[in-house]
T-cell receptor, first 113, second 110 residues
Framework: DAGVIQSPRHEVTEMGQEVTLRCKPI?????LFWYRQTMMRGLELLIY????????DSGMPEDRFSAKMPNASFSTLKIQPSEPRDSAVYFC???????????FGSGTQLSVL | DQQVKQNSPSLSVQEGRISILNCDYT??????FLWYKKYPAEGPTFLIS?????DKNEDGRFTVFLNKSAKHLSLHIVPSQPGDSAVYFC?????????FGAGTRLTVKP
């Protein structure tokens, strides 16, 4: 099992540009989560999906952030336009037990200059 | 609002000694608690968990204690090893959410 796969590992972009982060959950998992890690706030839940349907997006900071899950094996998190304060590590996680143990990807280090 | 708090950003211990990482929470509806370990450039990995109906759970060198009246849990690592050096996240689950603390960086010195 390859685990949760995220791409890219690193993304450097300029303010105002569109950024798309990608995630492939573990096969068979029916929950997918997007988290953001910052020094001040630790791991913040942005949004989560169940069976490809967004359940709670109250953690999405602004309308500049959007997430989709077109099928069970792929999800994207998009930031448009990006700002320097969006710089953080973004993690995707999946699970099959609802809110039990989460399996995390390696994260995407985003730097917005 | 930070419902799960890890007030110590860092902890340094000597190899062989006990490491104690602490976590406080504010929501009495939390019913399941987890600890995750994170190495640099990797995602967090699950370490140990405890249900609110228990006050202790042990797995090898790792033990988690839960004090519901104080809304406090702790992770004990005995004996600590250099390979335990990582960031440790406490997480808590109410009905439909999982909240993480800010993390504690543990350094185990040889």
């Amino acid at each position: 099992d390859a685990g949760v796969i995220q791409s890219p590992r690193h993304e450097v972009t300029e303010m105002g540009q569109e950024v798309t982060l990608r995630c492939k959950p573990i096969s068979g998992h029916d929950y997918l989560f997007w988290y953001r890690q910052t020094m001040m706030r630790g791991l913040e839940l942005l949004i989560y999906f169940n069976n490809n349907v967004p359940i709670d997006d109250s953690g999405m900071p602004e309308d500049r952030f959007s997430a989709k899950m077109p099928n069970a094996s792929f999800s994207t998190l998009k930031i448009q336009p990006s700002e320097p304060r969006d710089s953080a590590v973004y993690f995707c996680a999946s699970t099959y037990t609802g809110w039990g143990k989460l399996f995390f990807g390696s994260g995407t280090q985003l730097s917005v200059l | 609002d930070q419902q799960v708090k890890q007030n110590s950003p860092s902890l340094s211990v000597q190899e062989g000694r006990i490491s104690i990482l602490n976590c406080d929470y504010t929501n009495s509806m939390f019913d399941y608690f987890l600890w995750y370990k994170k190495y640099p450039a990797e995602g967090p990995t699950f370490l140990i968990s405890i249900s609110s109906i228990k006050d202790k759970n042990e797995d090898g060198r790792f033990t988690v204690f839960l004090n519901k009246s104080a809304k406090h849990l702790s992770l004990h690592i005995v004996p600590s090893q250099p390979g335990d050096s990582a960031v440790y996240f406490c997480a808590a689950r109410p009905d439909n959410d999982m909240r993480f603390g800010a993390g504690t960086r543990l350094t185990v010195k040889p």
